[in-house]
């Protein structure tokens, strides 16, 4: 006989893990999106929480930084429903996603219909996932989050291998090189906290109260800068400070305010060159240089109590 000793694993209800969906659930996974994003098989940066759409405010948007698109969460912690069915649809067209993830504890059939249909009858690029939330114990042991893909584009998995047998590292590795040739060719970037990683996104922080962030980020075939508040932490109070100077702002800086459909990126500007085009580096670092001079001389003020 073993004297292993097992216990049995406990499915409890969602509510006792979170009580309420949005002021619990939804900032736990805004805060924990890599759980999701190993669960659907795409990587996902968190943009905004509770973007306003008309009179509704979807539950968490994020981006896809290895294409730049945007994805689209909504959670809930009771059986689906035609409201928020109605509410995805919504945040659809207002938000300009291209995937779509609805995470529930059970899914009614026709709402799992729905997705299968959506999947097989929108244009390409657009992507929706049924995902199912459990929460489990052994024990006495801390509850462990489980997310399950009931429902997924056709041939996803073949597609996601696919990527990963044409991509692997090489998707990462491009990044690191260009900025490493980015801080070889601009130094100073350094001693903003531009480091040479692995990732699109590098981050300048521009004011403390509240955190106000400046990216810069490249992806494929083009690249950008914008505004955000810090990691995991409310747009409000970074809207509020921003609000009052909008005008001179998009004047300075010739990009709309925002935040709109990428929710949390203020005042974004893109460049239509990526890390592809290797003898466009050049071009793509000195337009970040110069961007990131022209956004912390126009912010900074502001931050500081002044004006823009």
């Known amino acids: 006989m073993t ?11 969602l509510r006792e893990a979170w009580k309420h969906e949005a002021l619990e659930f939804t900032p736990w996974l805004a805060e924990n999106i890599d759980h999701l994003s ?11 929480q509770e973007v306003r759409v008309e009179s509704f405010a ?44 609805w995470i529930a504890p059970e899914f009614r059939q026709p709402h799992l219909s729905a997705i299968r ?9 657009f992507s929706f996932f049924a995902v199912k939330a459990r929460v489990v114990r ?18 996803w998995d073949r597609e996601i291998k696919r990527k990963a047998s044409t991509d692997g590292s090489a998707y990462y590795d491009i990044k690191q090189e260009f900025w490493e040739e980015f801080l070889r060719t601009h130094p100073a970037m350094a001693t903003l906290g531009v480091a040479a990683s692995r990732y699109p996104n590098a981050y300048i922080t521009v004011g403390a109260e509240p955190k106000v962030e400046i990216s810069i980020w490249i992806g494929r075939d083009k690249s950008g800068i914008y505004v955000r508040s810090g990691w995991g932490e409310p747009v409000g109070p970074v809207s509020e400070v921003l609000e009052p100077h909008r005008a001179a702002l998009e004047d300075a800086l010739g990009a709309p305010l925002g935040p709109g459909g990428r929710g949390q990126h203020f005042l ?5 060159k990526g ?3 290797r003898e466009a580096w050049p071009e793509i670092m000195t337009w970040m240089d110069e961007r990131v001079a022209e956004y912390r001389s126009t912010l900074e003020p502001i931050l500081k109590g002044g004006t823009a």
């Open 3 to 13: 004297e292993v000793t097992f216990g049995r694993l406990v499915d409890l209800p």
């Open 38 to 48: 190993d669960a659907i098989g795409i990587p996902l940066e968190l943009t905004g």
């Open 58 to 101: 979807a539950d968490i948007l994020a981006r896809n930084p290895s294409d730049d698109s945007v994805v689209l969460i909504e959670n809930q912690l009771e059986q689906t429903d035609h409201t928020h069915l109605g509410q995805i649809m919504t945040y659809l067209a207002g938000l300009e996603a291209q995937t779509v993830v």
């Open 117 to 125: 249909w959506l999947n097989e009858h929108t244009a390409d690029g």
């Open 138 to 155: 052994i024990g006495d042991s801390p509850f462990a989050p489980i997310f399950e893909v009931v429902e997924k584009p056709n041939d």
């Open 268 to 272: 974004a500007k893109r460049l239509g």
């Open 275 to 277: 890390h592809d085009r």
